[in-house]
């Protein structure tokens, strides 16, 4: 939009020059030419056609918004359909390289807050690529914003506003679902073999504050625990992320301690698909939770897929 607004400083100026002295009769006649001028300025502005984007939950938003043709490179994290398998990964979206953004030719960077190294992303900065710094979602209106802005940027606003009210009517859907009284809740990933439980400010929290479960730490990020620590916590319900969603059985098989917990003795130990924690509150995430809850409404039985 800089650009474009600067193509019609130049009239401006010159019929500013043109009426000066002439008297305030001829005001309103530069309002109407200048107002008549920005319109057709701003039309010449570029549409992107060629959008890298290096965060799974901004992907899957332009993906969502009809714009995967735009797409010319993605982060490994990303999920693409199988037929753009062949589209470039660039790599972990922390550890960007400046010569592989800058060979895809991009004239639209789409990246997440934690998006870097800054050195990386500084020579497209120089080379005036446009770039969009998005913060991670934490709640349905975190996720509406980013929407805005992607639609924004790809000039694509009815798509926007589409893809708005879909969301809007399955976080109304969510809602319906939610219990009325908010269980305490743990969600926990396994990494390198140790069980990590999401605090506060994480994706595994917003993922809770969805489902109208109440997180039964207070801590920030994530954290260790054995699963002497989380029998302690004693949840009502737990959540266990796993791209593979193994049954509550086979988690409980695997950590027989948490056989003892109110969520085992409930039968709430539930699988959550891990890619829906990864950028924070996304559609993906949207969709785990209608699943979630649709099946703790239905039988208060929470089983694999």
């Known amino acids: 939009m800089l650009k474009a607004a600067s193509a019609f400083v130049v009239p401006r100026l010159a019929f500013t020059r043109v009426l000066k002295g002439r008297g305030s009769a001829f ?6 030419i200048v107002a008549a001028l920005v319109p057709l300025a ?6 992107p056609e060629r959008v890298i984007s290096t965060d799974a939950a901004i992907t899957e938003i332009v993906i969502a918004l009809g714009a995967l043709d735009r797409l010319v490179g993605v982060d490994d994290t990303s999920e693409i359909p ?3 398998s062949s589209l470039p990964r660039l790599g972990y979206h922390r ?14 960077l ?3 807050e934690h998006a870097g190294p800054t050195r990386a992303l500084a020579p497209l900065e120089a080379a005036s690529v446009p770039l969009l710094r998005l913060p991670s979602a934490h709640d349905v209106a975190g996720l509406k914003s980013n929407v805005r802005s992607i639609a924004a940027a790809l000039a694509i606003p009815k798509e926007g506003e589409s893809l708005l009210g879909q969301i809007d009517t399955r976080a109304a859907l969510i809602n ?16 390198n073999g140790e069980l990590r439980v999401a605090g506060q400010g994480s994706a595994g929290n917003a993922l809770l504050v969805l489902l109208g479960a109440e997180n039964v730490v207070d801590y ?15 949840p009502e319900v737990l959540l266990i992320a796993d791209e593979t969603l193994p049954s509550g059985a086979q988690w409980l098989s695997r950590y027989p301690l948490l056989r003892y917990s109110q969520a085992a003795e409930a039968q709430a130990v539930i699988s959550v698909d891990s890619r829906a924690l990864v950028g924070g509150l996304s559609l993906t995430a949207l969709s785990e939770a209608e ?8 039988t208060q039985k929470v089983v694999g897929p």
């Open 82 to 84: 199988v037929e753009q």
């Open 220 to 234: 920030r990020g994530y954290r260790t625990f054995t699963a002497e620590g989380l029998l302690a916590l004693n």
């Open 27 to 32: 005001a309103p006649l530069l309002s109407v």
């Open 110 to 112: 789409l990246v997440s």
């Open 42 to 47: 701003a039309s010449g502005a570029k549409t």
């Open 176 to 191: 319906t679902y939610a219990p009325r009284i908010a269980p305490r809740a743990v969600l926990l990933r396994e990494s």
């Open 291 to 298: 699943r979630i809850l649709k099946l703790m409404s239905g």
């Open 95 to 108: 550890a960007l390289s400046a010569e592989g953004l800058l060979s895809l030719d991009p004239d639209q």
